[in-house]
């Protein structure tokens, strides 16, 4: 990542290979890699499993760490017809807005649902919501241990005033909440109903079920794989009490775990430090994901002397430092039945550490700890695979290409000054060492545009810029197509994450030309994520529709000290509704 500007002044068993025995809470996963893209093309190499191993692993233990092994958990959900005060469990939890908590002159609230409730309490509930000062604002909850009733406690969670138009952001927050009291308490079981549960219509009970169960899957995962302790997570079931039941809503909780899945496994690539996740152990996670789906999955890994004869000069400039040798990951998802209608690429930008190279990241703010999170780009697209590999959406060809290297400093590096050349002929000055996300894509790019697909997203941890213009929780867009751009956007509202499209000024690559090569690869301070897109653009055809994502911000949770696997949601998203479904 080119370095921020600093002003004056379940349904499978999945098993990872750099985890050895990956847990992935709340959905198990099993396993198998067809050769089919080495027959399609046999000078493309498809990375075996076997002798390699032991060589991958040998090179992910510098520091003697290997993550640790540790049991699957799960979470199972449940709709179920069930009057509020005969569930029978550990934690009753309801959301309430502002306007449920609403009392009357006697200090009783006038929202059925809780009324009835507060009623077989002796009115404890709206006692203690006044001594608390608990209003149903977003953030707050409060929690009663109870005897006597079905459940052991009954919590509210504050949805704030609710939801606004199709957001279900609140609900997520209620389903988060309720993970960490499960937490809190160690409950086994949870029910979760709404106090204006009535409201809604069939659909909208579908996506709030949905998106409670998103929050209490990712609120309850825990990466401990690193720490030599960990604590076993209690809860195991979460029943939905007035929100529907059914088929439809059993399949829309399925595709949610399914996405959830892939945030997970996208969060730990993320999180696993460059000293165990390298570019090979990378480009074996890809396999992996072609083995447990490969009924939908090819593989194909070219190393360094086959990405030579593809001549990607650029990309394996970048990587010519690092003892660990770059690999070039494709990954072809097709749907098990049917015709293609659409083929789209999804590219992410796979530093597993960038030093900056001569250009060393130094100085307060320069995040050269946090580096292990610039292949953030690739593991989106990763996480993103995986869970199609599970949903299996039909009438959609995708290609998940990831440049995998390191940026290092060596005798081989690339230097300052030094021109390369791309897969496309054009030439590069490389004027900033630690301006390299954009080398490796500019031949990704090269090489998705010659699969021939119709549209490409790219994602990547590319500029600080990004970060000082929209802060750590928003990504920035670019693109020339507004099509593409009201597509994308469309998505990330539907997955709960925030994009803000920003401008692709082209009198900005002015400060991107070069006296000596076709251009620069990077420009001056200002506007500097705007230049970068500018030089993606370069090499991409102008047959291809095409998106850049600017997740520098949003790949990593500063409070939390870890990964929040951004991207993910959106990008299964998209391609779901670019398929036949």
């Known amino acids: 990542m080119a370095a921020p500007i600093r002003l004056a002044s379940s349904s499978s068993s999945y098993s990872s290979i750099f985890t050895q025995f990956r847990s992935i809470p709340h959905l198990g996963f099993s396993v ?26 040998a090179k992910a233990t510098l520091g003697l760490t290997n993550p640790a092994e540790i049991d699957s958990h799960k979470i199972s959900f449940a709709a179920k017809d069930t009057n509020l005060l005969e569930w029978k469990g550990d934690i009753l939890a309801v959301g309430v807005t502002e306007k449920d908590m609403t009392k009357d002159e006697n200090s009783k609230f006038q929202n059925i649902v809780l009324k009835t409730l507060d009623s077989q309490l002796n009115g404890l509930l709206s006692e203690v919501s006044t001594e608390e000062d608990f209003t149903g604002k977003a953030g707050q909850s409060t ?127 993320v999180n696993a430090p460059a000293n165990v996740l390298t570019p090979e152990v990378l480009a074996e996670e890809a396999v992996k994901i072609a083995s447990t789906y490969s009924d939908v999955y090819t593989a194909t890994i070219l190393d360094a002397e086959q990405c030579k004869e593809l001549k990607m000069g650029s990309f394996l400039a970048v990587g010519a430092a690092s003892t660990n040798p770059p690999k070039f990951i494709h990954l072809c998802y097709k749907p098990p039945t049917g015709s293609v209608k659409t083929k789209l690429a999804l590219l992410g ?117 990004c970060i000082v213009a929209l802060g750590p929780s928003i990504a920035g867009i670019f693109t020339p197509n507004d099509n593409l751009a009201k597509e994308v956007v469309a998505a990330s509202e539907v997955a709960g994450e925030k994009l803000w499209r920003l401008p692709m000024e082209e009198s900005y690559w002015d400060g991107m030309k070069s006296g000596v090569a076709d251009m620069v690869n990077t420009g001056g301070r200002q506007g500097g994520s705007i230049t970068a897109a500018l030089f993606l653009k370069q090499f991409v055809s102008e047959k291809v529709e095409w998106l850049h994502i600017d997740m520098a911000g949003p790949v990593w949770n500063d409070k939390k000290k870890a990964a929040t696997g951004f991207g993910v949601p959106t990008l299964v998203e998209w391609v779901v509704a670019n398929s036949s479904s």
């Open 32 to 57: 198998s890699v067809t050769p089919a893209a080495c027959s399609r093309n046999p000078s493309l190499f498809c990375s075996p499993r076997g002798k390699r191993m032991a060589h991958v692993l």
């Open 143 to 269: 929690i009663l241990r109870l005897s006597g009733i079905g459940t052991k406690r009954v919590s509210l969670v504050g949805l704030g005033k609710g939801p606004t138009d199709s957001s279900t952001s609140a609900y997520r927050s209620l389903g988060e909440s309720v993970a960490s009291l499960a937490k809190a308490s160690q409950a086994n079981n949870v029910a979760v109903a709404l106090a204006s549960s009535q409201d809604l219509t069939p659909e909208l009970k579908l996506t709030t079920a949905s998106a409670i169960a998103k929050g209490t899957l990712l609120g309850s995962y825990e990466d401990n794989r690193f720490k030599s302790e960990s604590k076993k997570l209690a809860l195991k079931s979460v029943d939905f009490l007035g929100l529907g039941a059914g088929p439809e809503l059993e399949k829309k909780l399925k595709y949610t775990q399914d996405i959830c899945s892939g945030v997970i496994l996208g969060k730990e690539l």
């Open 349 to 465: 930008k796979g530093l597993t550490f960038d030093c900056g190279g001569y250009n060393i990241k130094t100085g307060p703010g320069c995040m050269i700890e946090l580096m292990k999170f610039d292949m953030g780009g690739s593991a989106a697209v990763l996480g993103a695979a995986k869970a199609l590999g599970q949903i299996k959406p039909p009438g959609v060809e995708v290609h998940f290409i990831v440049a995998a290297c390191e940026n290092m400093i060596s005798g081989t590096g690339m230097r300052p000054g030094d021109i390369l050349t791309a897969s496309n002929g054009k030439t590069i000055e490389v004027n900033n060492t630690d301006a390299e996300g954009r080398l490796t894509l500019a031949d990704a790019l090269v090489y998705a545009c010659n699969q021939d697909v119709d549209k490409i997203v790219d994602l990547a941890t590319l500029t600080g810029a």
